[in-house]
């Protein structure tokens, strides 16, 4: 049985907002309990509804979390204490944007399309698509996106209606 409050549901829609379907993410607190917190707040708060994904790279990763959609923003939260663990990035792995500052990851994360293991112990690890893989790998690619999909609806499972 799913921990319901460690799940997350991620319905990606295209730019017109047409569905195009669930992400079920496990969240991994044992990892990163800062970044998973943070993860979950911005969720119950809305923030995620909307923001589009605006860098995807074929065979590397899908960026999102930045409400401007320009990769430059962030919530109004205070930045984030790296959480950085052994924990590899591979395919489904979900991790946090950062800049060149250890200490710098926000609002905005990545998914691994692949193999992206030159980036463990540099990045934060706070989850794992468990169900949807194939919506992930649908996303529209670019950097930046042209009529980017984006995040319909971002919520904890345990909230789900």
């Known amino acids: 049985m799913a921990d319901l409050e460690n799940t997350l549901y991620v319905d990606i829609a295209d730019a017109k907002g047409t569905a195009k379907g669930r992400v079920t993410i496990a969240l991994r607190p044992d990892l990163a309990p800062g970044h998973v917190g943070r993860i979950k707040e911005l969720a ?4 995620y509804d909307g923001v589009v994904f605006h860098r995807v790279i074929e065979g590397f990763m899908a960026q999102g979390g930045d409400p ?11 930045d984030l204490k790296a959480e950085f663990s052994k924990e590899p990035h591979v395919r489904g792995v979900c991790s946090m944007a950062r800049s060149s500052n250890p200490n710098s990851a926000n609002s905005q994360f990545f998914i691994c399309f692949g193999d992206a293991t030159f980036l463990d112990k ?13 919506i992930v790998d649908g996303i529209k690619r670019g950097e930046p996106v042209r009529e980017p999909d984006k995040i319909a609806k971002m919520q904890v499972a345990a909230d789900a209606k």
Do not use: N
């Not at 119950?44 to 923030?47: S, T």
């Open 44 to 47: 119950r708060e809305g923030f």
């Open 68 to 78: 401007t959609g320009t990769g430059m923003g962030g919530s109004k939260k205070p």
């Open 122 to 134: 540099q990045y934060t690890v706070w989850g794992k698509v468990t169900e949807g893989m194939e």
